[in-house]
């Protein structure tokens, strides 16, 4: 089970945190590499706004191509399977590399945008369907543990990409073309260990029918011995289901038995988003400066940052004993807390020497309650609160939200932090109140409980109590 969850994570979320981190560390190469190929081509300099939007198209087109990866993602684990869905997915990220990588030797600035464009369809892809495959091999009384590698593999994509992008790694100028299309050593660390893997036991018996396959699916992931348990688990949401398709995410909506369980998806997925995080990574950097840290110095303290996620996602593991509600309402909370005194330290930062130093543990803690509540245990709600039916359809939902959300934060956010300054923290502590509020009157708790349990916890809130 460990094994599976590392074949999976490795081209899974692990790209998603790695292609949003590398792209930070050469802005400055790729803003010349954009003026030297314009220049050669058009024989003239690049306006500067012009080299903005290229900048920002080059930048954005990610979260585009993650909003259609999410779109296909569900469709892809009900046609492929969970598992093949996965191993043609790298696919799309060798070829993103293979362009990312040739657009710098060509001069072609085009080619760097389609990369970008198709590996954000991978990521889109793989933060929908990894989760989906963790989420139905695992027992009930391990899923915590075992969802949590779909956040310990996003930040630990995150910190790979910080450290890979050190000027004194592929960070430099002559490395730019190593440094893009890197993303293919994942991929094909996943092709090469994933085919020893099964297919996900719940999608064989309940959409294919197979239960010779399941069985052995079973046995490999649990124990000769320990396997029949998750099979009569199995078989009874099969019979539950009575022969049930897959439903498309449009059914969703009009189904009332999934109303209260789709509410919170879209609520959680929305506040992990917009909870305040990229504000805090955005604000590091001056806060290190204020605090006395050399501009060089600056990119290895910011390793702190990732190094700081991937601890609390690692620590989180424990959503398996404290149970997801309490994790997930305690991260909200804690939050809320350090927003208001960021708000206070960022007002005060010139006045005493020692404030820098408040603003500086802010942003650490900050980014420890993020990865221990809405970082670390939304994935493992998603795939908690539905049955097989409707479990591809809701993290097409949830992918589409999140990607819809990451984009509008991207869009509106400098103007955002531009108006309110640091009193921007203050509409992110209001956001973080109210998904706490709305979590601890929602959503029950479902640690140990299997999925028809907590289908009939919600139909209280969906058919009324009696």
Not at 30 to 47: A, C, D, G, P, V
Not at 214 to 222: D, E, I, S, Y
């Amino acid at each position: 089970l460990f094994l599976a969850v590392c074949a999976v994570g490795i081209g899974g979320t692990f790209q998603y945190g790695y292609n949003v981190s590398i792209i930070n560390a050469p802005t400055q190469h790729i803003h010349k590499f954009l003026n030297e190929t314009w220049t050669s081509r058009y024989h003239k300099e690049l306006n500067p706004d012009l080299l903005t939007f290229l900048w920002s198209v080059i930048a954005s087109i990610f979260s585009l191509g993650g909003l259609c990866g999410a779109l296909i993602g569900g469709s892809m684990a009900i046609q492929l399977g969970r598992k093949g869905a996965l191993l043609m997915n790298n696919i799309i990220a060798i070829l993103a590399s293979i362009l990312m990588g040739i657009s710098f030797p060509t001069g072609l600035f085009e080619l760097l945008i389609a990369g970008r464009f198709l590996i954000g369809i991978n990521s889109g892809v793989g933060i929908c369907v990894q989760p989906l495959y963790i989420g139905e091999v695992a027992p009930k009384h391990l899923r915590g543990c075992m969802t949590m590698g779909s956040s310990i593999f996003l930040t630990g994509g995150i910190l790979t990409g910080q450290i890979i992008g050190l000027r004194e790694l592929l960070g430099g100028e002559t490395y730019l073309p190593w440094l893009l299309s890197s993303s293919c050593f994942p991929a094909f660390a996943q092709l090469l260990f994933l085919p020893w893997f099964p297919e996900s036991p719940r999608y064989l018996l309940i959409d294919r029918g197979d239960e010779l396959s399941c069985a052995k699916a079973l046995k490999r992931f649990h124990g000769s011995s320990e396997y029949r348990r998750e099979m009569e688990d199995i078989q009874r949401e099969c019979f539950a289901l009575d022969g049930e398709k897959p439903k498309k995410p449009w059914q969703l909506f009009t189904d009332r038995s999934v109303r209260w369980q789709l509410i919170t998806v879209i609520v959680m997925t929305m506040g992990q988003q917009l909870s305040g995080i990229n504000a805090i990574y955005f604000y590091a950097t001056y806060i290190f400066e204020q605090a006395g840290i050399s501009a060089e110095k600056i990119p290895y303290v910011t390793l702190g940052t990732g190094a700081c996620e991937c601890l609390t996602a690692l620590t989180c593991v424990s959503n398996n004993y404290v149970g997801r509600r309490y994790l997930i309402i305690g991260g909200y909370l804690l939050m809320t807390l350090w927003s208001i005194v960021l708000t206070f330290s960022l007002t005060y930062q010139e006045l005493y020497s020692w404030v820098p130093y408040v603003s500086m543990t802010s942003i650490f803690a900050f980014i420890l309650s993020f990865g221990l509540g809405p970082g670390g245990v939304t994935n493992t709600l998603t795939a908690e609160l539905f049955i097989q039916s409707s479990r591809p359809a809701a993290y097409m939902i949830g992918g589409t939200i999140s990607w819809i959300s990451f984009f509008t934060i991207g869009m509106l956010f400098p103007f955002i932090v531009n108006g309110l300054k640091q009193y921007c923290f203050l509409v992110f502590l209001l956001e973080c109140s109210l998904v706490a509020a709305f979590i601890f009157i929602v959503i029950p708790e479902t640690k140990n409980k299997s999925f028809l349990e907590i289908k009939k916890e919600f139909n209280k809130l969906n058919f009324g109590r009696n």
